[in-house]
T-cell receptor, first 109, second 117 residues
Framework: GQNIDQPTEMTATEGAIVQINCTYQ??????LFWYQQHAGEAPTFLSY????GLEEKGRFSSFLSRSKGYSYLLLKELQMKDSASYLC??????????FGPGTRLSVLP | GAVVSQHPSWVICKSGTSVKIECRSL??????MFWYRQFPKQSLMLMAT?????????EQGVEKDKFLINHASLTLSTLTVTSAHPEDSSFYIC?????????????FGSGTQLSVL
C-alpha cells in the first residue's frame, strides 16, 4: 500500500520562510508532486521531483530524498496570498496519483 | 500550463434528480482523467479513473451505478451523479493527466460544488 503523511496545520508570519514536510511509503516510486489549493478552488501545480535534490522555482522550492521517502516544500518571503492548503502527491508506476492529507498554512501579518 | 475546464462550477438540485459534470482538457489530449470528491478541510478522495474508450475504474466504496463516468473522447470526461441525495453534496474535482517528456503531470478542473436539497 501507500502512505503519505504531512502536518495538518502550520502558521507562519508574512515575509518569513516556511518548510512543509511530506513523508511517504510506497513501492515503484515515479515522482512526487506539490499542489497548492485555496479554499473552494481546485489544486494548482507547484512542483515535480523525480530525482533527489532541490528544485527551485521562484519563491517556492521542493526537495526530494528517495532513500528517506521524504520531501519538503519551502516557501520564501511569505505573502498573505500563500495562505492555502498544500498537498503532497506521489505517483507510482502504472498507478494513480495518491494525495496526502494536505497541510493548511496560515500566513499572519 | 495545460488547461482543464470543468462545468458547471456549482449546481443546486432537488433530491432524486441527476446531475452531469463535464471535464474537458482544452489544449492537450488526455487518455486518462480522474474524478475526486473533497469534503471541507479534507484532502482529495479519488473516486474513479476514467479511461478514454473503456470503462472507468472505481475505487473501493464508490458506487459505479450512482456515479456514472463516460470518457467518450480524448478531451472529455463526464461524471453523472444519479438520483442525487443530500449526502452527495460535496465538491467534485476532475483532473486530466498530461504525458510529456518530463513525465506525467496532473492538471485540475476548477471544481463543481454540488448541493442537493
Amino acid at each position: 500500500g501507500q502512505n503519505i503523511d504531512q502536518p495538518t496545520e502550520m502558521t507562519a508570519t508574512e515575509g518569513a520562510i516556511v518548510q512543509i514536510n511530506c513523508t511517504y511509503q510506497t513501492s515503484g516510486f515515479n515522482g512526487l508532486f506539490w499542489y497548492q489549493q485555496h479554499a473552494g478552488e481546485a489544486p494548482t501545480f507547484l512542483s515535480y521531483n523525480v530525482l533527489d535534490g532541490l528544485e527551485e522555482k521562484g519563491r517556492f522550492s521542493s526537495f526530494l530524498s528517495r532513500s528517506k521517502g521524504y520531501s519538503y516544500l519551502l516557501l520564501k518571503e511569505l505573502q498573505m496570498k500563500d495562505s492555502a492548503s498544500y498537498l503532497c502527491a506521489v505517483k507510482n508506476y502504472g498507478q494513480n496519483f495518491v494525495f496526502g492529507p494536505g497541510t493548511r498554512l496560515s500566513v499572519l501579518p | 500550463g495545460a488547461v482543464v475546464s470543468q462545468h458547471p462550477s456549482w449546481v443546486i438540485c432537488k433530491s432524486g434528480t441527476s446531475v452531469k459534470i463535464e471535464c474537458r482538457s482544452l489544449d492537450f489530449q488526455a487518455t486518462t482523467m480522474f474524478w475526486y470528491r473533497q469534503f471541507p478541510k479534507q484532502s482529495l478522495m479519488l473516486m474513479a479513473t476514467s479511461n478514454e474508450g473503456s470503462k472507468a475504474t472505481y475505487e473501493q466504496g464508490v458506487e459505479k451505478d450512482k456515479f456514472l463516468i463516460n470518457h467518450a473522447s480524448l478531451t472529455l470526461s463526464t461524471l453523472t451523479v444519479t438520483s442525487a441525495h443530500p449526502e452527495d453534496s460535496s465538491f467534485y474535482i476532475c483532473s486530466a493527466r498530461q504525458d510529456g517528456r518530463m513525465g506525467e503531470k496532473l492538471f485540475f478542473g476548477s471544481g463543481t460544488q454540488l448541493s442537493v436539497l
